[in-house]
């Protein structure tokens, strides 16, 4: 007979192969013919909510991994709630409006000024349509767990409609006005930018230093003294209406080659050495307050420039002379307002000099920099000009530079409800805990937030202007015009009449004709995503405000977390969250932004048609998320070599498990064997610390403990030495059963562990577990930690003894090396002990041979006795021999028995017993 046939090798299906390419596919189409989602909100309906409000991304281009790591990290949330206790919703959604989709079309040869704004907003929504269908699949494919048909949209009606109540709400309030204001403005875009939408890039700038001459030194400066004032934007020289000095900060008067000039004081050294004075010498020292309404003369024009307190000024740089055009800056335009200055603004929207700049009229900015230098250098104002590199705000979009210009725009008023805004931000959880000091500094710091852009593709802002110029916001209007575009969408706006627009019958004191006309700015799209809390919390009956978690990178503290808590406190006087979560930027390998310039780009889709989506999941979960992440061909490497491991510890399990029936095989843990106690002890702590971590959003540590638990608890030791139970002994041997029941209840726990993280492994080993009810495992919840009785004596006991096995494989390791043995089986080994080591040896039950997986074993009291050869170490003085005997053909254990059974020339005592009773209709 072939004694072969006689061993219970494992036997099952699952594929050692993950192929997740191929097979993810056809898992995903099934969660859909099921309709997973539907099936997980039903089972969970009754069940307190906890709900992860999403971030919309951006509806243009295919997802990049930071849209990956974005989402995958949402999925874990989610599918982690919805097991463990709570009713979890996950609705995507997306960002629609704004220049880039405007960008898009126009690249695609779409001319706008060959048709009406509303028809060009129906190619921009027909766009969007088409890339959120386009990014819905890539999110899809990512295993991303939701309500993908019945995703929230900014474009939608039903959003805009509420949108238009958030403004109504904050214009009834008082927060909503319109001002000249200088904004950030993108020439390249021609419309104005929010906080949110500048970078910053290295740019190289004209460095000048200018003489102001006094016309009128109030008794205070001669005439013949010179002001200096520095810039690096020699364009706003034609804007200069004043200077602004520090009221505390001491100025100086010095004289250098028949000159007079006026410095602060603490900056004379850098000035002396920027502009090349040889030794300049102080004639007059005068505190900044004595300055005030000094008058000086502009150095192109025959105009005024007014010196005025500002507590702005600072010596960081420059001259402590500010040079101040209340068009051009925000300082400049608050310290101007005080003195009664007017707001001179000469450059258009597309970034030209105007009339205003006289001499100037028609050059765009940054080419005026040249001429006006020239200029000031012909008149001889030009003290100094040098070039620097230095940090500048960039439009976000167009990557070019931006300037600060004074436009009418409308503002929301930060300053009226700052107060609460602060408040609520320390009301919210922040993880990290650093986000709440970031957003905390930049409410505390910002200023009004300009809500208006001169673009066609968003929503309008709805006001209408009397014939005498007065806006017109009432509660009437408001409510009529969002209803108008809950019926008919925003499009309306642009497709009707001011008249049109307005409730039947619509009076008002400032249009005694009954004429109006409408505003023609949009919503800034932050204002859009910003009013997410009302349009899509309060409006969806399966979610509510507040929403339990925002979870989006760290560059939302001035996008998204900002802009809803602005319309959130406003509207509610509440943070639309209870909880802020950020991750960190997806980088390359090397720790580079990627760049497709470069060739860096990790893109997500080809990871998923190489590798699998579980893959890129487990990347997500090994990683510090909250921090900057790395991600290459290497690393994904790496990553999928710790999946292999995982997946193979599933099938060892599954293999083993063939003909194990948990309802009448499995033996209660208090009948199991200590070594299988402790197995299950150390299972419950992994559970403990995996539950505790998901509630922590601490995945890496996940990461790490479903690793370790698979490759060191259970491969290195307890499946290793349970082959010699599992294989070799009888099907429902007492010993095989203990060790069976150990293997379903940590296969069953590991499945629902990592079923958040490796969503479809986790379905498919589910497939394939022996005696479950559930379609899937995401009808399940997570498995409980246990009270086990003894848990901490058996923990002490066997780590103990876990230590010594150590030893053992180390002196085995050391002895193959030495070709005294050839595998394990094949030693003997003899342990020379002291009394704590022998109690412990005593105090075990099990075979100790099985646990070592050796074939000779002895034990001698004394470590002191051991010889020479001894592999000395802490617990025990270890000798490795050859084991004395044969082997046996169908065990490999080395014995002098071996051919002691009759029949069975070839088998040990134990093989030829277990093949009598159970295999003799082979013989």
């Known amino acids: 007979m072939e004694y072969k046939d006689t061993l219970l090798m494992p036997n099952t299906e699952f594929p050692m192969r993950g192929n997740l390419p191929k097979r993810e596919p056809e898992i995903q189409s099934k969660w859909e013919d099921m309709n997973i989602y539907r099936l997980v909100q039903e089972r969970t309906k009754d069940r307190p909510m906890f709900v992860l409000h999403d971030g919309p991304p951006y509806a243009n281009g295919d997802i990049h991994m930071g849209h990956a790591l974005n989402k995958i990290l949402k999925d874990f949330i989610v599918r982690y709630k919805s097991m463990s206790g709570f009713n979890a919703p996950y609705v995507p959604g997306w960002d629609t409006h704004g220049l880039p989709i405007e960008q898009a079309l126009t690249n695609k040869g779409v001319n706008r000024k060959e048709m009406t704004v509303a028809e060009f907003r129906k190619l921009c929504e027909k766009y969007a349509y088409e890339q959120i269908d386009s990014q819905r699949s890539q999110f899809k494919r990512l295993g991303v767990r939701g309500d993908w048909e019945n995703p929230y949209i900014t474009l939608k009606p039903e959003y805009e409609a509420q949108q238009i109540k958030v403004f109504g709400e904050m214009a009834k309030k008082g927060y909503i006005y319109k001002g000249l204001k200088p904004v950030y403005w993108s020439p390249s875009s021609e419309s104005a930018l929010a906080e949110a939408e500048i970078e910053y890039q290295d740019k190289k700038s004209p460095s000048i230093y200018v003489g102001f001459k006094v016309r009128d030194g109030k008794g205070v400066l001669d005439t013949d003294v010179q002001i200096i004032i520095w810039t690096t934007t020699p364009w706003t020289i ?18 250098e080659n028949e000159q007079k000039y006026l410095v602060a004081n603490d900056l004379l050294e850098a000035v002396t050495s920027e502009i090349g004075w040889e030794q300049p010498s102080i004639v007059q020292t005068i505190m900044g307050s004595e300055l005030d309404r000094i008058v000086a003369k502009h150095p192109i024009y025959d105009r005024d420039s007014l010196v005025m307190l500002g507590e702005h000024v ?207 700015d949009i919503m800034d799209v932050w204002f859009d995503s910003g009013s997410s809390h009302q349009a899509v919390l309060l409006e969806r009956d399966d979610l509510q405000r507040p929403a339990d978690l925002y979870l989006e990178g760290s560059d939302q503290y001035r996008g998204w977390f900002n802009s809803s808590l602005s319309t959130g406190v406003a509207v509610t006087g509440k943070a639309p969250y209870k909880g802020v979560l950020s991750h960190g930027f997806a980088l390359d390998g090397e720790g580079r932004k990627m760049s497709k310039s470069v060739g860096n780009v990790v893109v997500p889709a080809k990871v998923m048609n190489q590798l699998g989506a579980d893959i890129l999941r487990l990347w997500v979960a090994s990683v510090d998320y909250q921090a900057d992440v790395r991600v290459s061909d290497a690393i994904l490497k790496q990553v999928a070599e710790v ?35 402790f197995m299950l002890v150390k299972l419950n702590d992994l559970i403990k610390q995996v539950r505790n971590n998901y509630e922590n959003y601490e995945y890496a540590s996940i990461y790490h403990a479903v690793n370790n638990f ?58 394939f577990i022996p005696a479950v009810q559930e379609q899937s495992v995401q009808l399940t919840d997570f498995p409980e930690a246990k009270e086990l009785q003894g848990a901490e004596g058996l923990m002490a006991k066997w780590s103990r003894f876990m230590k010594l096995r150590d030893d053992v494989l180390k002196a085995l390791e050391e002895a193959r090396n030495e070709k005294v043995i050839g595998k394990s089986l094949t030693a003997k080994v003899t342990l020379y002990v002291n009394d704590e080591t022998k109690s412990l040896l005593e105090s075990i039950k099990e075979n100790l041979q099985q646990l070592f997986i050796i074939s000779g074993f002895e034990v001698v009291d004394g470590y002191d006795k051991a010889p020479e050869q001894a592999l000395k170490l802490e617990l025990a003085a270890i000798v490795v021999s050859k084991a004395e005997g044969e082997t046996c053909e169908r065990c490999w254990t080395v014995t002098p028995h071996v051919g002691e059974k009759e029949n069975h020339p070839t088998l040990c005592p134990r093989c030829a017993d277990v093949v009598q009773e159970h295999y003799s209709h082979l013989v």
């Open 314 to 520: 600072t010596i960081d740089a420059g001259t402590g002379c500010v040079h101040t055009a209340p068009g051009h800056g925000e300082d400049d335009f608050y310290v101007g307002q005080k003195y009664g200055l007017d707001v001179l603004c000469p450059v258009d929207d597309k970034g030209v000099m105007t009339k205003e700049a006289e001499g100037f009229a028609g050059l765009f900015y940054d080419k005026a920099n040249k001429a006006i230098t020239e200029k000031l250098e012909e008149v001889g104002a030009l003290l100094k000009l040098s070039f620097i590199t230095h940090s500048y705000p960039h439009d976000w979009r167009t990557k070019k530079p931006v300037i600060y210009r004074a436009t009418a725009q409308w503002f929301a008023s930060i300053k009226d409800f700052r107060d609460d805004l602060l408040e609520a931000v320390k009301e919210t959880k922040w993880v990290p805990a650093w986000g709440e000091t970031r957003l905390f500094n930049m409410v505390r710091d910002r200023g009004d937030w300009c809500i208006s852009r001169q673009r066609a593709w968003g929503v309008p802002i709805p006001v209408f202007y009397a014939e005498n110029g007065e806006p017109v916001i009432t509660d009437e209007t408001i409510e009529h015009v969002s209803n108008l575009f809950r019926e008919h969408g925003s499009n309306v706006w642009f497709e009707r009449e001011a008249k049109d627009l307005l409730p039947e019958g619509f009076t008002h004191p400032g249009s005694p004709n009954g004429s109006f006309t409408k505003e023609t």
């Open 710 to 767: 698979c490759t060191l608890d259970l491969s290195s030791f307890y499946l290793d030495f349970a082959k010699d139970v599992l294989y070799i002994e009888a099907s429902d041997q007492y010993d095989r059963r203990a060790i069976q029941t150990v293997l379903y209840e940590s296969l069953l726990a590991l499945t629902k562990l990592i079923s958040p993280i490796l969503s479809h492994t986790a379905d498919e080993v589910w497939s």
């Open 643 to 677: 999946y292999r491991k995982i997946r193979n510890t599933f099938r060892f399990l599954l293999g083993n498990l063939a003909d194990f029936d948990p309802a009448k095989d499995a033996i209660s843990y208090e009948n199991l064997r200590e070594v299988d106690q």
């Open 238 to 255: 034609p804007a200069n209406l004043g200077i602004s000095v520090h009221p505390d900060l001491t100025y100086v008067v010095v004289e």
